[in-house]
């Protein structure tokens, strides 16, 4: 059973219009980097919970997530709209298996993500203008980065928005036979949806 516990909201920090981050100190288990948290709140007597993947290292205190206001959603509008020092439950154990542990051995590792999981890769996506499964396609993500797709040795983790994770799946396996890894049996590329 998920076992829940109480934390205490630090820092609400709005970064733009729609992104914005919170922080806050609850007693968690360790956990790996790219898991994930399920947080909690009581909203008018109904109890709602959704996934948020930490940003923070696993040996940092402040546990820290970074959040799109979905439009019309029903959480993500309140976590905006929480204060320093305001309880929130969050679960004990992180779940997940988006992480380095699970991927083969490989000579290149590509991290392609939307949304929330975007921001350190801004600058070459602003240069490049277009969809991600696209850009793969015709060449220019390879071109613009220098590095080719080999799946001998090219490992691919896809992270964000469903419609994008199809895509670039098609894509990958179309161009390059890529196929999807599993614990059970290896593949090229590793998958987390942020929703269906
Ligand atoms: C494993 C996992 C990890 C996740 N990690 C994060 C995270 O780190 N940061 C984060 O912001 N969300 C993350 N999400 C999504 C998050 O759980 C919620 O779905 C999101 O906050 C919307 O909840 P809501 O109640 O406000 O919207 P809802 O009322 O549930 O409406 C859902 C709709 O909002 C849209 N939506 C959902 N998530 C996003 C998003 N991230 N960006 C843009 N549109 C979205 C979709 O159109 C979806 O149909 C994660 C989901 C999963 C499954």
């Known amino acids: 059973m998920t076992e829940w516990i109480t934390g205490k909201i630090i820092k609400v920090k709005n970064w733009t219009e729609k992104l914005f981050s919170i922080v806050l100190h609850a007693p968690i288990a360790p956990f790996i980097a790219g898991q994930f948290a399920k947080l909690r709140l009581n909203i008018h007597n109904v109890s709602i919970q959704r996934a948020y ?36 439950l969050i679960t004990k154990y992180a779940s997940g298996s988006f992480i380095l542990n699970i991927i083969p051995e490989c000579k290149n590792l590509w991290m392609i993500s939307t949304g929330t999981a975007i921001g350190p890769r801004e600058k070459i996506i602003n240069t490049l203008y277009g969809r991600i499964p696209e850009l793969i396609f015709n060449g220019q993500l390879e071109n613009a980065i220098n590095l080719k797709i080999n799946p001998k040795d090219t490992h691919i983790m896809l992270c964000g928005n469903p419609n994008m994770i199809r895509d670039t799946y098609e894509c990958l396996n179309k161009k390059y036979f890529m196929v999807k890894n599993y614990q059970t049996s290896p593949g090229h590329i590793t998958s987390e949806l942020y929703w269906k």
């Open 53 to 88: 993947s930490y940003v923070n290292a696993p040996n940092n205190k402040n546990l820290e997530f970074y959040l799109v206001e979905a439009k019309s959603g029903k959480f993500s509008p309140i976590l905006r709209a929480l204060n320093p020092d305001e309880n929130i």
